[in-house]
């Protein structure tokens, strides 16, 4: 419930058309985004079901990747349409829209999950799945530091 009337508000808020610079640009209304983001995140039903499928995660997983490249790609792909200074066809922001998801879906799957792997066992000090810590390291008493001095 919560979340249907965070939803209400700011769309009244945008429906009114006439809102000052500073309540859509300074965090007026973050407040109520943030009801309705966990309003969302909490809700059950068709919605949470949707919400929750494999592909809406990819997607979810793909995003940051999305937010990277998206104005490479876009000035790429009006430099290879031929016309980067014209305005841009409804068909050609379809196409790229498209485009630059499935773009978005294989580097998060092929470049940025397998990144982020490598980084947070480099970090937390693994050096690989079968690594033997007991026989590496040798026995526990030999690693324990000694006591500092006073």
């Known amino acids: 419930a919560a979340a249907g009337l965070a939803l209400a508000a700011v769309l009244a808020v945008l429906a009114v058309g006439d809102v000052p610079y500073p309540l859509l640009h300074n965090g ?4 109520l985004l943030a009801l309705l983001v966990v309003g969302t995140a909490r809700a059950a039903g068709p919605l949470a079901r949707i919400l929750g499928s494999a592909p809406a995660q990819a997607l979810g997983d793909a995003s940051f990747a999305l937010y990277a490249l998206q104005e490479p790609l876009w000035l790429w792909a009006r430099r290879l349409a031929g016309e980067p200074d014209r305005p841009a066809s409804a068909l050609f922001v379809a196409g790229f829209t498209a485009s ?5 879906l294989a580097v998060s799957s092929r470049l940025e999950r397998p990144a982020r792997r490598a980084l947070r066992a480099l970090l937390s000090g693994e050096r690989g799945p079968t690594r033997d810590r007991s026989r590496v390291e040798g026995p526990s008493s030999a690693r324990a ?4 001095r006073p």
Do not use: E, F, K
């Open 145 to 148: 530091c000694p006591p500092p």
């Open 28 to 31: 007026a209304l973050v407040p």
């Open 100 to 104: 630059a998801i499935v773009i978005s």
